[in-house]
């Protein structure tokens, strides 16, 4: 018999000519570091996401930089060009980790509850997806709005950044966009998850 085939439970599956006998028993539930275990999933998930989130922005902030310097309204050069090109990273770095942390952690709370409401895996976890998706942008907009002006030469600092937009728009001044960006992330997230 094919072993990859063979719906047999793996105890009784050949290895090297011999049987497994005896495998290590599951944790049962009085062990102690099982008893939490949908805080430690939530915790987790926080954790993987708020690092994941943190390395990959960090890792591809120069290419995001020239990206919206291609798009600034000062043209590439005038929004400086190739120099800087960390410029921002301050702003995407508080932000990301908390961004993601906020997705992953919404996303694994939520798919319980959305399965239970769809009956479908597919859209309970697309649904789980969905709501993640808008509470993670309510930290990622306001990052996004900051690093952009950043990017784009506007500011200096993270610092002069937040207190000019927050004298200038107000509150409602971070969050330019945020519809916009739902109406973006909404439908990847529909197709990713």
């Keep these: 018999r094919n072993p990859r085939r063979d719906h047999r439970p793996i105890s009784h599956l050949p290895v090297a000519n011999t049987q497994i006998d005896a495998l290590p028993s599951p944790a049962t539930p009085s062990d102690s570091h099982t008893s939490s275990m949908p805080e430690s999933s939530f915790t987790c998930a926080l954790l993987s996401g ?21 798009q600034s309204s000062q043209g590439f050069f005038k929004a400086g060009g190739f120099r800087g090109i960390y410029s921002g990273l301050s ?45 993670a942008c309510l930290v990622r907009v306001p990052t996004e709005v900051v690093k952009q002006n950043m990017q784009a030469g506007n500011y200096g600092s993270l610092t002069e950044a937040a207190n000019s937009l927050m004298k200038a728009e107000g509150l409602g001044g971070f969050y330019r966009g945020f519809f916009t960006t739902i109406m973006r992330e909404i439908p990847f997230s529909l197709i990713q998850f």
């Design 50 to 70: 708020a690092s994941a989130g943190f390395v990959v922005d960090v890792a591809l902030f120069p290419i995001d930089t020239l990206k919206t310097r291609l």
């Design 91 to 135: 702003a995407a770095a508080l932000g990301s980790a908390p961004g993601a942390a906020l997705f992953f952690s919404t996303y694994e709370t939520m798919k319980k509850p959305a399965r239970e409401l769809t009956n479908s895996a597919v859209l309970s976890q697309q649904l789980a997806a969905g709501i993640g998706e808008c509470c």
